[in-house]
């Protein structure tokens, strides 16, 4: 059923409100960008063909409000709403209220939104398509009995996470059978506190993973992969460093993988953008389903840089009730991309947040360079909310060539007034064992502890 | 008799109690002790302890419970 839809409302903020109203506006809708007190003065709003007050600067109270969004949503005229990432893209409520309020969602149904944010229902999900996924308890561990025998046939190192967690929350590691009985009980005393549900799962413990994620696009019948991305280098469960493809995949296990990303959106009916995320482990070149989200993602345009479709756009066609535009054979990747989160964070102090007006900005350009930002000069970087300034992505023929490329845009980049990333950014662009692709998600950490003095803003 | 304001170190959103189910670090009245914790500033997703920075009562807050304030700005008011 194709949707009328002539204006779309942006329920988010920062860079990918920025990217939102860009594809948007490429084809031919008018844009409402929704905005908190905090943010009357971004870019979003600046570029938006209108923009709407939602409330206070506090994100409970503004973007994580759904009655105030969706009715801002409904009094703007708007017939679709963006949800972004974060905040309340992952909300099954929210879609569920933008439906209800007549107005098109652009993602999946609140029920896939649902299934894929529990993690024990996700993990049965996988299963069921085929989906290979870490030993375990392969759902919600009810007695300590049960956990017992799941620890026997797992042996150790486990993870103990929680059934409602998700992004890296709620995960413990234990070691042995003794830790593995006192972590248990505190796990879901945690969970129950943090999340609502204090409900368990178990999962053997991959000592040297590697996180590689499948981009998918689906229209409720049919579904597409455009290859995958891996996001090893995290600080914090944080990505920080982005690539595509994943350099250190063998060309069959990529079309295993990708294959088995497709399997499971099918098997949903999956309608949108999404990633299945994944633990790759190098050494049995084995890969495990870890978990789908089910919106667009941070890192989505390195995949946009080897692909060269405008996954944003696609969404929104979808959303409008458009079938897919391309089938699997069109979709071919060519070289390969690198993206670098700029963050208004102090990487010499531990990475202290550093909010602040931007006294002077120089953009990198030229040849594979993209920069998708908030800033602009005289920008004051709000304090309320994460610390994406912007994210520096570069395509080039191959992966030592986007290195390079890389630190040639780095070099090029300025952002005046306050502390950023940047420094990090560049010692990983001359780091050797970046440079060779030998990492794990455990690397970057390490990595950090003998560096801070090197990661001074200049 | 002297009073003494406690300011924000850091721009953000302030809050009086660790977490929102939790009671509050201070409330008007309470005797504080240098380096006591008065409340938190989360600052881009991050939380940063505010600690009084002399001894005395508190004698009213000036910021409220999730008030977005800026660095330099009072937050509590202290009797010395």
Redesign the interface.
């Known amino acids: 059923m194709t949707r009328n839809v002539k204006t779309l409302f942006i329920a988010n903020r920062g860079e990918i409100a920025v990217r939102i109203i860009r594809a948007a506006k490429e084809i031919g809708l008018k844009t409402v960008q929704a905005h908190s007190l905090a943010d009357m003065e971004s870019l979003a709003v600046k570029l938006a063909d209108e923009a709407v007050n939602i409330g206070p600067p506090a994100a409970s109270k503004s973007y994580l409000n759904v009655e105030s969004v969706v009715a801002a949503a409904v009094a703007s005229g708007a017939d679709a709403v963006h949800p972004g990432y974060g905040f309340l893209a992952e909300n099954a409520r929210f879609a569920e209220a933008v439906e209800a309020a007549g107005l098109v969602f652009v993602g999946p149904t609140p029920h896939q939104i649902r299934m894929m944010g529990d993690k024990v229902s996700a993990l049965e999900a996988a299963i069921a398509a085929g989906v290979p996924t870490a030993p375990g308890s392969r759902g919600r561990i009810e007695t300590p009995d049960e956990a017992a025998k799941v620890v026997e046939r797992t042996g150790f190192p486990v993870m103990i996470k929680a059934s409602a967690g998700g992004g890296g929350r709620g995960i413990r590691v234990a070691n042995s059978r003794d830790e593995f009985d006192r972590l248990m009980p505190q796990a879901s005393a945690e969970a129950l506190a943090a999340f609502g549900d204090g409900g368990l799962y178990i999962e053997k413990f991959v000592a040297s993973a590697r996180h590689v994620e499948v981009q998918v696009l689906g229209d409720g019948h049919d579904v597409v992969h455009f290859f995958e991305r891996e996001c090893s280098l995290q600080r914090r469960r944080q990505k920080v460093w982005e690539e595509a493809p994943a350099a250190m995949l063998p060309p069959d296990v990529r079309a295993r993988l990708c294959q088995s990303a497709v399997d499971l959106a099918k098997a949903v009916q999956y309608r949108g953008a999404g990633t299945i995320e994944y633990l790759y482990d190098e050494s049995s070149r084995e890969y495990y389903f870890l978990e789908m989200n089910t919106r667009i993602q941070v890192e989505h345009p390195v995949t946009e840089m080897i692909t060269g479709f405008d996954l944003v756009r696609e969404m929104i066609r979808i959303a409008m009730g458009e079938r897919l535009r391309m089938r699997q054979s069109d979709i071919v990747m060519r070289g390969h991309a690198v993206e670098c989160r700029i963050n208004a964070e102090d990487p010499a102090k531990g990475f202290f947040p550093a909010p602040g007006t931007i006294d002077s900005l120089s953009v990198p350009g030229g040849a594979g360079v993209r920069f998708d930002t908030i800033l602009y000069q005289g920008y004051t970087v709000p304090p309320f909310y994460d610390s994406l300034l912007g994210k520096l992505i570069v395509w080039d023929e191959n992966r030592e060539a986007a290195l390079d490329r890389m630190k040639r845009a780095l070099n090029e980049l300025s952002i005046g007034g306050l502390k950023t990333t940047k420094p990090l950014h560049l010692a990983l662009a001359a780091d050797p064992d970046v440079r060779a692709a030998r990492f794990d998600t455990q690397f970057l950490e390490a990595w950090l502890e003998h560096r801070a003095t090197m990661l001074e803003n200049h | 008799m002297a009073t003494k304001d406690i300011l924000s170190p ?4 302030f809050y009086r109690k660790p977490s929102p189910d939790a009671p509050p670090y201070k409330k008007e009245g309470d005797a504080v002790k240098k380096g006591d914790v008065v409340g938190l500033i ?5 939380f940063h302890e505010v600690h009084a920075d002399a001894d005395g009562t508190i004698a009213s807050f000036i910021a409220e419970n ?1 008030e ?1 304030v800026m660095a330099g700005q009072p937050l509590i008011t202290l009797n010395q």
Do not use: A, D, I
């Open positions: 850091l721009p953000g959103t989360e600052v881009m997703k991050s999730e977005p």
